[in-house]
């Protein structure tokens, strides 16, 4: 009965989720053969979170010398996409030029995850969205976030960046440490708010 909960525990979380800042690959000292594992979630605005059962894999590859993240989906999956992208780190920051196939950083429009610059704006929760004063969290700056709780994830003291431009229907964030702890991705589909995220278990 213990190994059966377990493995449930893995794949599906049932349960509230603190996102740990650890999970996954250190941002920092990427290398390869680093993984990070991340549970997707499905919900509206106010209701309906749910864990879909998918896990997607990240996992640091190379190629000639260079660094990819590459993109898959655990057997068993309803989602089968697979994708790579190169990934350059740098002092202080990340590039990841062509990620636009990325299940989860194409909405970002800049192309740079910067770990040593301090967050220029305080952001608060409003619902499923994050606020800088009462407007969307949307643009170049980087954000703190105290804390913020959707469904069964919680997420304490990161960092925020958010979709470039809002020209889209799409507010968008990512939550992170010296990892990328959490992603969270709300559509407006004809005012319906349908949110996908993900959130790192390893």
């Known amino acids: ?16 989720i603190q996102v740990d800042s650890t999970s ?21 605005c106010s209701e309906n979170f749910q864990f879909t059962g998918d896990t997607l894999v990240i996992e640091i590859t190379e190629k000639n010398d260079s660094l990819f993240l590459h ?3 655990t057997p068993g999956s309803s989602r089968e996409r697979s994708t790579e992208h190169a990934i350059f780190p740098r002092d202080g920051y990340v590039l990841i030029p062509q990620r636009f196939r990325s299940e989860f950083l194409f909405f970002y429009g800049n192309d740079t995850i910067f770990l040593d ?9 409003s619902g499923c ?29 990161k960092k925020s960046i ?3 431009p809002g020209s889209f229907t799409l507010d968008a964030y990512i939550f992170y440490g010296d990892h990328l702890n959490a992603i969270h991705i709300i559509r407006d589909d004809i005012g319906q708010n349908n949110i996908l995220g993900f959130v790192a278990i390893e």
Do not use: T, W
């Open 162 to 164: 958010s979709c470039v």
């Open 24 to 44: 996954g690959i250190d941002l920092r000292d990427i290398r390869r053969g680093d993984q990070s594992k991340y549970v997707l979630y499905e919900s509206r």
């Open 71 to 73: 993109e898959s989906y």
């Open 1 to 16: 009965m213990a190994i059966l909960l377990m493995s449930c525990s893995e794949d599906q979380p049932s349960s509230f």
């Open 117 to 125: 610059r301090q967050a220029s704006v305080q952001l608060i929760q």
């Open 129 to 157: 969205q994050l606020l800088e004063n009462s407007d969307p969290f949307i643009g170049n700056s980087i954000g703190s976030v105290e804390e913020f709780e959707f469904g069964h994830m919680r997420v304490n003291n």
